[in-house]
Structures are given as C-alpha cells and as structure tokens.
C-alpha cells in the first residue's frame, strides 16, 4: 500500500534510495537543511516511489520538486493530494507550481488555473555583456532586489534570495536597482523592470548556464530568437489562489517542471 509522510526523519536513508538520481539528489539534500523548505515521502513499506518539496513563504507556496521512481500514477497523486492538504492546514492560501502539460489534468483536479507556458531557451549565442551598470551585489541593494523580486512573485521570498546572493549583481542606474541577477539559485534567477536591464542580466548569466526558463509572453524572446535561441514548453504556470504575479518582469525563472 503507497504512503506518503512528510520526510523528517531518517531523511539519509530515503536519499541513499536516489543516488541514481545526480540531478535530484543535491537538490535533496539541501532542501533537507532549509528551514522554509517541506519534503514529502511517498513510499511502499522501506521502498521509495517518490520525493517531493516546497519552498513556503508565508501563506504562499511554490512546489519545485515532484519525482516518482515508479511508474504507477498512484505513487504521484498520491503525493500530490497529501502535500496540498498538509500545505492547506499550514495555512497556505496560494500554491503555485509549474507543469508540464501531461500532468496538467492532475492539478487541475484540485482546482488549480493554469497561467502563461513556460519555455526553455537554450542553442543561441550570446552577446557579450559590456554595460557598466551591472555591478556585484551588496548589501545596499537588498532592498531593492526584494521590492522588484516582490513585484515579480507577489511573494516575500527573503530568505531564499539573501541565501542565493553570493555572485548576484544588480543593474543599477542612477542609484536605482532596475533588476538583478542571482546565477546560483536553481537555473538562475533574472528579475528586472525594463527590457534593456533584463536582456544586460541574461548575458551575465549565460555564461554559467546553458538555458534559460522564461514565461511565455516575455519581452526577451524576441530578441532571444533573434540569436538562434530554441524556445521549446516545458510546461505550464498552475496556481492555486489568488495570483498578483507580474511575469513580464522575469527574465530567468530557477525553477523549472516538477
């Protein structure tokens, strides 16, 4: 019979079940020391068929990780109805999650509206970055870094982002923080509230990543394109609860489909 409990304890020996998984298994172990991260276990007696997290900010929510080593369906929305409710009775009013279209119907199910595609965009070549407004992060910028990452999200998510600050820049201008960079946070983090700001930041970021994740839509694909750049779906902005998101302004979203 399948499972699934929130992954407090003997969290090693549920990892040591993922080695085969080098893409899950760091991102594992660090949610396993983060403080506003919860892991969920899905599992049939010692046996695990699935992990999932999220991140959580206050009343809202973003789930980044759902994977199943079983091909059994039951395995994955049977994490799916036990995160969601545990997230509900921590008082969560707004989860969000991006998914690939296949399991739309899964989100749906819980009354989840589907928002903007998300698409990946890697292959092109970048131009190199020259503008002296990019500067490296201090602590003089936080606030603006926060206020725009807000603007963003419509989350407060200072925990994860002063976490993630180490090699971020911001674009300053006049004093001004228009966007900023955090190239070790997931994929790479890019908010900015103008184009020329964005598109600066992408190529800081470009040679450290090799794609980008954007929501559709976004000022930067056209010039993205423009540079031989393969925009391909990965999947689709779900949100359950209000959403006063403003994705326009990310130009590098970190987390991709779960």
Not at 177 to 203: N, S, T
Request: proline share 7%.
């Amino acid at each position: 019979m399948i499972r699934t409990s929130t992954l407090t304890h003997n969290a090693e020996s549920v990892f040591r079940q993922w080695q085969h998984a080098p893409l899950v298994l760091p991102r594992l172990r660090w949610l396993a020391g983060t403080p506003y991260a919860r892991l969920w276990h899905a599992h049939e007696g010692d046996r695990s068929l699935g992990i999932a997290a999220a991140l959580l900010f206050d009343a809202h929510a973003r789930i980044i990780l759902l994977s199943n080593r079983s091909t059994a369906c039951d395995a994955r929305a049977e994490m799916v109805a036990q995160l969601l409710h545990d997230l509900h009775a921590a008082g969560t009013s707004r989860i969000t999650v991006i998914a690939p279209d296949a399991d739309a119907p899964l989100w749906q199910a819980h009354a989840f509206l589907p928002h903007e595609p998300v698409l990946r965009c890697a292959g092109g070549r970048f131009l190199q970055a020259t503008h002296a407004e990019v500067v490296p992060l201090q602590p003089r910028h936080r606030f603006g870094m926060l206020h725009l990452d807000r603007r963003a999200t419509g989350m407060d998510r200072h925990a994860l982002l002063t976490e993630h600050e180490f090699l971020g820049q911001v674009y300053e201008e006049r004093g001004v923080v228009r966007g900023f960079a955090l190239p070790l946070l997931g994929d790479g983090l890019i908010v900015a509230d103008a184009p020329h700001a964005g598109l600066e930041l992408q190529r800081w970021l470009f040679p450290t990543q090799r794609h980008l994740l954007l929501p559709d839509g976004s000022p930067a694909l056209v010039h993205l394109r423009e540079r031989g750049y393969a925009c391909t779906p990965v999947g689709t902005r779900l949100v359950l609860g209000q959403s006063p998101a403003q994705p326009a302004l990310l130009y590098a979203e970190p987390f991709g489909a779960v």
